[in-house]
C-alpha cells in the first residue's frame, strides 16, 4: 500500500512543474532519492546529462561533510519533463558547487530544483544555472536556501540567466531563503533576455552564417554554468552535450 | 567593384538615403563625408545588410553580383568588410575563436579548404603585429574591456585576417588617439591599396585622410552625394565647414 502523496502544484518546490508528465509516473517515484554521503574533507564531483525522451524525475540528496566539498554539473535536455531536485546538507565550512544548464525546444519543461541547508557556521554554496529554451519549452530554476540559526559565516551566492531565442518560450526562477544566522552573504542574481541582434549582426558582417553565430553566443552562454568545473574535457563533453540539442534544432 | 544606383532606404519607416549613386572602381579609395544625420552609417549599415535597413529603391552591384539579394555573411564571403563604428563586445566568445570560425566559414563558402589552427595563429599574429596590438589581446573576448582605440585597432586586425576585396569603414578614425590614428592609416594602406581592392572610407574629419590619400571624396548630405572632387575637396571642408562647401 501506498502512502506517498503525489506533489501538488501548492507545494513551491513543485509550482512549475508538468502535472500531466507527473501523473504518468508510478507513485514510488516519488519517494526515491539517491542518497550520496560525503565524508569529512571529502571531495566528490558527479556530471548528469538529462537526455530522455519520456518523463524523467532524478533527485539527490547529498549530506556533504565537515570541510569536504560536493560538486554537481548537469545539462538538462530531456525530450518531455525532466527535473533534477537536489537537497544538500552542509556541514562546517563544506561547500556545494553546483552547475546547471536547461536547454530545449517543443513544448517540455525542464526544471533545477535545489534545496540547500547550511546547517553549520563557515559553509559555502555557490548555483549557477542558464536556461537556453524555443518553442513553447520552458526552463526553471528553483533555489531554496536554509541558514540555520548556527550557521554564521554563511556565504550562499544563486545565479540564474536565461536565453530565449524565440517567442513563446519561457523561464521562471524563484530563489527562496530561510535566514535565521545573522551574519551571512546570500547573493542571487536573474536575468531573461533575447539573443543580442548587435551581436548577431557583427558575427554575420564577418562572415558567420546564422547557425554558427547563434552556437558559438549560446555555448559562451551556457559555458558559464561549467566555469567552476576543474576539468576540461568534462567541461567539452557537457558543453557538447548541450549543443548537440541546439544542432538538432536547424 | 561596388556600383550603388539611385539607392534609397529607410529605418523604421523614415526615409535616410534618398537617390545615392557612386561608383567605386579597383584600386581606388573613395571617401565619404559629410555632416551628422547625412546618413554615413546607413549607407555602411545597408551596404552590409543590417536588419531593419530596408533598401525602397535602386540597386547595388558588388564583385557582378546584386549584393542587396545576398544575407550578410554571404556579402562577407564574397569580399565585403564593414569596419563598425562601434565594434560590439562578445562576452565569452575569443576573438582568436570567432576570427578563425569567421574566416574559415568564409572560406568554405569560396570553396576553399580551411585554415588549421598553427597556420591561423601565424596569420592572426602577423596582422596583429601590423596594427601594434598585443596577441594576448586576441586571446580575450572579442572586443571586451578594449578601449576605444583598441576596438579600433582590433577591427583592422580583423579586417587583415579576412583579407577583404572591398572595405566599408565607418568612422574608423573615430576614439583614436594620434599615434594610433597613424598606426590604423598605415594599417588601411597596408592591407587595402592595392590594385584589386576599393575602399570606401566613411569619415567626420580630413586627419584620417592624411594618412589613407584617397582617390575621390564626396559630400554627403540629406542621403544623397552632392559634391564630389579630389582630395583637396577634403581639405576645403575641414577650412569652411559643410555648409559653405556642399
Given amino acids: 500500500m501506498s502512502t506517498i502523496a503525489p506533489p501538488t502544484p501548492k507545494q513551491e518546490e513543485w509550482r512549475y512543474a508538468d502535472f500531466a508528465a507527473l501523473k504518468t509516473l508510478a507513485p514510488e517515484r516519488f519517494d526515491e532519492w539517491e542518497t550520496v554521503e ?58 556545494f558547487q553546483f552547475g546547471g544548464v536547461t536547454i530545449g525546444g517543443g513544448e517540455a519543461t525542464r526544471e533545477f530544483v535545489t534545496r540547500t541547508v547550511h546547517a553549520e557556521p563557515g559553509a559555502t554554496s555557490d548555483q549557477v544555472v542558464r536556461a537556453v529554451h524555443w518553442g513553447q519549452a520552458t526552463g526553471n530554476f528553483l533555489g531554496r536556501i536554509d541558514v540555520a540559526r548556527a550557521a554564521q559565516k554563511t556565504d550562499a551566492a544563486q545565479d540564474f540567466r536565461a536565453l530565449l531565442l524565440e517567442r513563446g518560450a519561457s523561464a521562471n526562477t524563484k530563489p527562496e531563503l530561510e535566514i535565521f544566522a545573522d551574519d551571512v552573504k546570500c547573493a542571487h542574481g536573474a536575468a531573461i533576455g533575447q539573443m543580442d541582434e548587435a551581436a548577431r549582426f557583427y558575427m554575420a558582417a564577418r562572415g558567420l552564417p546564422p547557425e554558427a553565430a547563434r552556437a558559438l553566443l549560446v555555448r559562451a552562454f551556457i559555458a558559464d554554468a561549467f566555469a567552476a568545473l576543474d576539468d576540461a574535457g568534462e567541461q567539452e563533453r ?7 540539442v541546439l544542432e538538432e534544432r536547424a | 567593384m561596388l556600383k550603388i544606383d539611385n539607392l534609397h532606404a529607410e529605418v523604421g519607416g523614415t526615409p535616410i538615403l534618398n537617390g545615392l549613386s557612386l561608383t567605386v572602381n579597383a584600386g581606388e579609395v573613395h571617401a565619404i563625408m559629410g555632416p551628422n544625420g547625412a546618413g554615413k552609417s546607413t549607407l555602411a549599415y545597408v551596404l552590409g545588410g543590417r536588419p531593419g535597413y530596408e533598401v525602397t529603391e535602386g540597386s ?187
Fill in chain 1, 38 to 95: 560525503l565524508a569529512p574533507g571529502e571531495t566528490r564531483r558527479e556530471c548528469l546529462v538529462l537526455k530522455g525522451s519520456a518523463p524523467e524525475l532524478h533527485r539527490i540528496r547529498l549530506v556533504v561533510g565537515k570541510g569536504a566539498r560536493a560538486e554537481l554539473f548537469a545539462v538538462n535536455a530531456g525530450g518531455d519533463y525532466a527535473r533534477l531536485e537536489v537537497q544538500v546538507h552542509l556541514a562546517e565550512g563544506a561547500h
Fill in chain 1, 238 to 244: 557537457l558543453l557538447d552535450a548541450a549543443l548537440a
Fill in chain 2, 60 to 246: 547595388v552591384t558588388f564583385a557582378g553580383q546584386n549584393l542587396l539579394a545576398l544575407e550578410p555573411h554571404e556579402r562577407a564571403a564574397l569580399g565585403l568588410f564593414l569596419g563598425f563604428q562601434y565594434p560590439v563586445e562578445i562576452p565569452g566568445v575569443s576573438n582568436v575563436q570567432f576570427l578563425r570560425e569567421a574566416l574559415n566559414a568564409q572560406r568554405k563558402a569560396r570553396g576553399q579548404a580551411p585554415l588549421s589552427g598553427g597556420e591561423f595563429l601565424k596569420l592572426a599574429r602577423e596582422k596583429a603585429a601590423l596594427l601594434r596590438l598585443d596577441m594576448e589581446m586576441l586571446k580575450r573576448p572579442v572586443n571586451v574591456g578594449f578601449s576605444g582605440g583598441e576596438k579600433k585597432r582590433a577591427e583592422m586586425v580583423q579586417m587583415g585576417i579576412l583579407d577583404p576585396a572591398f572595405a566599408v569603414l565607418d568612422e574608423t578614425d573615430s576614439g583614436l588617439d594620434i599615434d594610433a590614428l597613424r598606426i590604423v592609416g598605415e594599417g588601411i594602406n597596408a592591407i587595402m591599396r592595392k590594385p584589386d581592392k576599393g575602399v570606401l572610407l566613411i569619415t567626420h574629419y580630413q586627419r584620417l585622410l592624411d594618412y589613407v590619400r584617397p582617390d575621390f571624396v564626396h559630400v554627403l548630405s540629406k542621403g544623397r552625394i552632392v559634391k564630389s572632387g579630389g582630395p583637396e575637396l577634403a581639405l576645403q571642408l575641414e577650412e569652411q565647414g559643410y555648409e559653405a562647401v556642399a
